[in-house]
Nanobody, 121 residues
Framework: VQLQASGGGLVQAGGSLKLSCVASGRTISHYAMGWFRQAPEKEREFVGTVRWDSAYTYYADSVKDRFTISRDNAKNTLYLQMNSLKPEDTAVYYC???????????????WGQGTLVTVSS
């Protein structure tokens, strides 16, 4: 599975962005899909994940009630709607696919290249 993330950019605090992650090479309909992020000089951290059938989602406390993860298996695409953005949300955002519905990065086998989100104060 090849994953291509897009939609990042520069936004003011309080603004919104929607990230997309398009998969190719194989259907993602059987995989859990997740979003992770990595800020400069920090480790990669979990943002959110959605089960293969969209029945369950799970978020990091830092983004709960602000970010929404969703997927369209027919379009082989994962989304992350980010609202009420804060400067501390600034990071490179990565999408990932794996067999387990998990917040642990090593649970995911396939990773996109990342898209940069910068939130100005």
């Amino acid at each position: 599975v090849q994953l291509q993330a897009s939609g990042g950019g520069l936004v003011q605090a309080g603004g919104s962005l929607k990230l997309s992650c398009v998969a190719s090479g194989r259907t993602i309909s059987h995989y859990a899909m997740g979003w992770f992020r990595q800020a400069p000089e920090k480790e990669r951290e979990f943002v959110g994940t959605v089960r293969w059938d969209s029945a369950y989602t799970y978020y990091a406390d830092s983004v709960k009630d602000r970010f929404t993860i969703s997927r369209d298996n027919a379009k082989n695409t994962l989304y992350l709607q980010m609202n009420s953005l804060k400067p501390e949300d600034t990071a490179v955002y990565y999408c990932a696919a794996g067999d387990l519905f998990s917040r642990i990065p090593r649970s995911y086998d396939y990773w996109g290249q990342g898209t940069l989100v910068t939130v100005s104060s």
